[in-house]
């Protein structure tokens, strides 16, 4: 018997969804043909009439309709004042939906950060969370506790947007019954055990604190410029965007969203720091040791890292 997909569109801007077209090998059609997944819905792709679509919606919710994967895009809107009527479906809060579904869902997948944490929807007067965080707190919309049909929590799969990649293979993870190791934000350690750092083509001028203050040169940008790429985790410089490139490879710092606190209160390009060490260093780094170390690291660079040139 064929597992079942529904894809609900939240409080966001729909850039995971275009991400997931953007697929390959296999694309979105490939990949849910290979596993028999029945798609009920996606809100991009699915041209049934809004009538089958509430109908749809009716029978999950009372049990009648199979729903063993619940991909949610975008925050939860729970303005105004907890009521959720900033977003609703034929007068009702979506957010209300929403909480039915989930718990007639199998599996509960966020997809993207705003799902995931809130994101930037969270920053605007709505009252919009995630799932089951809001930020770096835990609880956000379903509450702490909530577990899926699976006994699983919500699998959160943060990025701006999420790298299709990722999608896909949770998704086949999914189906094919294989378990998910979670890091303490639900996000898969397949995908988010390593940093965006780790990969990163610019990280020996990172130890040697070769640093870049302005932009076009190629040294390190965590110092100066506002790369996250120690302090997020994430696959972009192993899973490489388009199967090609990174922010970082071509010369733009890591955003960091797929950290609970995107987007940041300081700008994207510039490091906020103290005695030009980064206020933020990464998980498990002491900062008196770290500024011996990279002083040290810093007088010890060669000169080929110091003139920008890389060796043939």
């Avoid at 990949?31 to 792709?45: A, G, T």
């Avoid at 199998?106 to 709505?126: L, P």
């Avoid at 076009?216 to 490139?245: D, V």
Wanted: glycine share 10%; charged share 20%; proline share 6%.
């Amino acid at each position: 018997m064929s597992l079942t997909l529904y894809w609900m569109h939240c409080g966001g801007c729909g850039g995971d969804t275009h991400a997931l077209i953007n697929a390959s090998s296999p694309d979105f059609h490939e990949l849910f043909d290979s596993l028999d997944v029945q798609v009920l819905w996606q809100p991009s792709l699915s041209n049934i009439t809004a009538k089958e679509h509430h109908n749809l919606v009716d029978k999950m919710l009372s049990g009648e309709q199979q729903l063993d994967i619940l991909c949610v895009e975008g925050a939860v809107v729970r303005g105004p004042s907890g009521t959720g009527m900033f977003e609703t479906i034929e007068g009702r809060p979506q957010k209300n939906i929403l909480a039915g579904l989930c718990t007639r869902a199998k599996f509960v997948v966020a997809v993207g950060t705003c799902a995931s944490f809130g994101g930037i929807s969270a920053e605007c007067e709505i009252e919009a969370s995630g799932l089951q965080f809001l930020k770096r707190r835990k609880g956000g919309f379903l509450g702490e506790s909530f577990r899926s049909q699976s006994g699983m929590p919500v699998i959160n799969l943060p990025g701006c947007p999420c790298h299709p990649s990722i999608v896909t293979g949770v998704l086949t993870e999914l189906v094919h019954a294989k378990p998910l190791a979670l890091n303490p934000y639900n996000s898969p350690l397949e995908w988010y055990g390593l940093l965006v750092h780790q990969g990163c083509t610019r990280n020996e001028y990172h130890e040697y604190r070769v640093e870049d203050s302005i932009f076009g040169e190629k040294g390190c940008m965590f110092f100066h410029l506002g790369c996250r790429g120690p302090l997020a985790f994430g696959s972009c410089n192993k899973t490489l965007w388009n199967g090609r490139s990174s922010k970082t490879r071509v010369g733009v710092p890591c955003f960091g969203c797929t950290l609970p606190d995107f987007p940041q209160s300081s700008p994207f390009y510039e490091t906020p720091n103290i005695e030009g060490i980064p206020d933020e260093l990464p998980d498990g780094v002491d900062r008196a040791h770290y500024m011996a170390y990279k002083a040290m690291a810093a007088a010890a660079a060669p000169e080929r890292l110091k003139k920008r040139k890389t060796e043939v």
